[in-house]
């Protein structure tokens, strides 16, 4: 199983940017996916989750700014992101619990990071 992640860059404050995150391989089903973000010196931490019925959570210092949403059929998980800030500056992960197998459990899984920097 891989997360492919894209979509990240250089934006000035204020603009907009969407990342994405498609799964692959061999999956039986995937249950919560979401993003995460690690800024330089600091934790990991998470900006939002998405269940696969579609319901979402939000990083307090996210909410109202960032969407994520989800593609089930195409294991696709994006996070529109508006309004950067600079503070928004991090490595984004994508992450996804999948099952493999029937009857087995979820692990999680991690894309590669894409780095989103806000600077003008």
């Known amino acids: 199983v891989q997360l492919q992640a894209s979509g990240g860059g250089l934006v000035q404050p204020g603009r907009s940017l969407r990342v994405s995150c498609e799964a692959s391989?061999?999956?039986?089903?995937?249950?919560?996916m979401g993003w995460y973000r690690q800024a330089p010196g600091k934790q990991r931490e998470l900006v939002a989750t998405?269940?696969?019925?579609?319901?979402?959570n939000y990083a307090d210092s996210v909410k109202g700014r960032f969407t994520i949403s989800r593609v089930n059929a195409k294991n696709t998980v994006s996070l529109q992101m508006n309004d950067l800030k600079p503070e928004d500056t991090a490595v984004y992960y994508c992450?996804?619990?999948?099952?493999?197998?029937w009857g087995w459990g979820y692990d999680d899984y991690w894309g590669q990071g894409t780095q989103v920097t806000v600077s003008s």
């Open positions: 992450n996804a619990r999948i099952s493999t197998t």
């Open positions: 391989g061999s999956i039986f089903s995937i249950g919560v």
């Open positions: 998405v269940s696969s019925g579609g319901s979402t």
